[in-house]
């Protein structure tokens, strides 16, 4: 368990936190939302241990173990491959399987009678115990399973991790984490980096996770499959919801309809206690009443309302009028560095179609949006604009493309359309830019801003046909409602890369996917393609099934590989159980091989009529011939006692 003791915490006249209190048990999992500044990522931290607080502020549980991955972090410099860094997530059970080993190799230099080698033998117990229950011996296919969840391929594991972009890193920082189970995952914006099958298994294990969570995400979908409880942070205080975002948002709204009822009456109480005072304050016969009410006004805690952003709104002006056709695409392929990304797409959008692209990163999306907006030459084939279509385009790389001398504001107003100015900073205002920040210089902003408002000036160009590249990934909540919104009324046609699955599923009516150096373009919003998809999966293995006809000979690689690795693991357990009795057994062996030829020896000499002469050397011959067969029963019953260990083992593993 977790607490956080009354935080309290000041940035200049901004009270972040009012004296904050809040527990994580075991088990919860929580989601962590509020608007941007609200002070999420630095509670984070706080409850992370990055971020230093006063003694008390933060306590936690003996053995409570806590994980952080933040939204933004160094990149790995190690020179490990990606296969050994992620094996580092078990660095401290690989310490215990190493000096399990060095026991052993101390065990068998020892007689098994004394003192030292009966000390050896309990620290060899309480470790073997650990290790048991840690299931160490199936560390290679938890790592693979996890980096293979996350998108990486079997051909990565040997690469330096050096060697990935910053996105890859961040998901090596995710496996890690995952591999190591702390106690408590706090996990800022873990979905940034993720394509759409990395992000779906990413619920899948986190719906599995037995550990406790605290998770920052814009993925209002993400949230909903996964968390039980919502904590808000708004105007320094911190409230906690029962149940997921979309509970939260209802819950929210009931009760800020009864603050703001119990608002309007304190407001009105107010004003009537003013006028009396107004009213009264000359006249002697009423000092008392007048002071006691002013007294009341000083002593009342004041309620507080939030901005009610959920009121910004936007909407597209009409798309210039287009031909029905807008874009007919032919026989076109691209490759980089001998590598097909994509070849011989067909493709024809109408007018109003609103597509969502996806695939797994690295397929080529933004690529194929590069080619759609001229950024990027295709090595073959055509693009085929309808009468009277006009593009725009927003791609990550646009942010950098602002002049930094501008403010907010006149980057808008240069930019595009000719509109009022209540309208651009109504844009504006939907894409976080409000009151004083309109006067910033853009050299000033920081990434995200940049990016926002690059997006907010491509948004304000006319065009008929949008290309968006990831555009909410810096956005809250309530400006993805706006803009998801406004893309509902759009009517002109979008073509989109996102990975944020409620945002899409308000406005898009098809789904291209990019996949294995094609493209397939489907009907329906992205929950309604990946329903169809796993449909077609579930009818595919049921035809390989279907009349009892025996498995395929010639199994998957994938399930070749698995069991492969359930074989080597079950080999390595029985190693690691057995391993003591085994060297027994091999010592037994050689004793007992050694015995017997010595026995042979004697019984040969004892045949010898020779022998029957010398009195003194028969009797000697016999002495020995007794001691020979002594010490050869002794090691025969410990060949025994090991061996039947070795079976109990087998049985127990199911390796015999």
């Known amino acids: 368990m977790l607490s956080v003791n009354n935080l309290d915490l000041r940035y200049g006249k901004k009270h972040l936190f009012k004296n904050v209190s809040v527990q994580v048990h075991s088990g919860n999992r929580i989601g962590l939302v509020g608007v941007n500044g609200a002070g999420k990522s630095t509670l984070l931290k706080f409850m992370a241990g990055v971020s230093a607080t006063d003694d008390g502020v933060i306590s936690r549980s003996k053995h409570f173990t806590v994980g952080y991955l933040a939204q933004e972090s160094d990149d790995l410099v190690s020179e490990r491959s990606l ?26 230099k020892i007689s098994p009678e004394s003192d030292d080698f009966q000390v050896l033998l309990k620290r060899q117990g309480e470790i073997q115990h650990r290790l048991d229950d840690s299931d160490i011996y199936t560390i290679r296919g938890r790592i693979e399973k996890v980096l293979q969840g996350l998108g990486f391929s079997t051909e990565d594991l040997g690469k330096p991790v050096a060697a990935f972009s910053g996105g890859w890193q961040m998901r090596v920082k995710l496996a890690k984490m995952l591999l190591e189970a702390p106690s408590l995952l706090l996990l800022d914006e873990p979905t940034n980096h993720l394509d759409l099958e990395s992000l779906t298994w990413v619920e899948q294990f986190l719906r599995n996770y037995k550990g406790a969570m605290v998770i920052i995400s814009h993925d209002r979908m993400f949230l909903d499959k996964i968390t039980e409880y919502t904590w808000e942070i708004t105007l320094g205080r ?27 009456n304190q407001q009105a109480k107010i004003r009537q206690t003013m006028r009396f005072v107004e009213r009264f304050r000359a006249k002697s016969t009423k000092a008392k009443q007048v002071q006691s009410r002013v007294k009341q006004l000083e002593k009342m805690e004041l309620i507080e309302l939030e901005s009610d952003e959920q009121q910004i709104k936007f909407t597209f002006p009409p798309a210039p009028h287009s031909g029905r056709d807008v874009l007919l695409i032919e026989n076109l392929s691209k490759s980089y560095s001998g590598k097909t990304v994509f070849s011989r797409v067909e493709m024809l959008l109408n007018r109003g179609d609103k597509v969502a692209v996806v695939g797994v990163n690295g397929a080529g999306k933004s690529t194929f949006m590069k080619i759609l907006a001229g950024e990027t030459e295709p090595d073959s084939g055509r693009l085929k604009l309808g009468a009277n279509v006009k593009m725009s385009y927003f791609g990550q790389h646009q942010a950098r493309e602002l002049s930094p001398e501008l403010t907010v504001l006149e980057t808008m107003t240069l930019g595009g359309e000719e509109m009022t100015i209540t309208r651009t900073r109504s844009l504006l205002g939907a894409f976080l830019f409000r009151g004083d920040d309109v006067d910033k210089k853009v050299a000033v902003l920081s990434g995200g801003e940049k990016s926002r408002l690059a997006l907010a000036r491509m948004i304000a160009t006319p065009a008929n ?53 094609g493209m397939v373009l489907y009907e329906g919003n992205v929950s309604e393609y990946l329903r169809r998809r796993e449909e077609e999966q579930a009818a595919e293995e049921s035809r390989e099934d279907k009349g009892g006809r025996r498995k395929k000979t010639d199994e998957s690689k994938e399930s070749r590989k698995e069991k492969k690795r359930i074989e080597a693991e079950r080999r390595q357990k029985r190693s690691r159980k057995a391993g003591p009795w085994l060297k027994k057994v091999a010592e037994a062996e050689k004793e007992v091989e050694k015995l017997e030829a010595e026995k042979q020896a004697l019984e040969e000499r004892m045949a010898d009529p020779g022998l029957y002469s010398d009195e003194n050397g028969w009797a000697e011959a016999g002495r020995e011939y007794e001691a ?15 061996q039947e260990k070795i079976d109990e083992i087998d049985r127990e593993l199911g390796t015999g």
């Open 83 to 108: 296969y050994e860094e992620a094996k580092s997530a078990f660095a401290s059970l690989l310490a215990l399987q190493e000096e399990v080993e060095q026991l052993h190799e101390k065990m068998s």
């Open 238 to 264: 911190l409230d906690v919801y029962k149940g997921n975002y979309s509970y939260y948002v209802r819950e929210k709204a009931e009760r800020r309809s009864i603050t703001k009822n119990a608002y309007d």
């Open 465 to 517: 046909c949008m290309l968006l590249d990831e555009p909410t990934n810096h956005l809250d909540m309530s400006s993805q409602e706006v803009l998801q919104e406004a893309m509902a009324q759009y009517d002109g046609t979008i073509i989109v890369v996102s990975h944020n699955r409620y945002f899409l599923d308000s406005f898009v009516n098809k789904v291209l996917e990019v996949k294995d150096g």
């Open 628 to 642: 020979c067969k002594r010490r050869l029963d002794r090691w025969y019953e410990r060949w025994e006692t090991a």
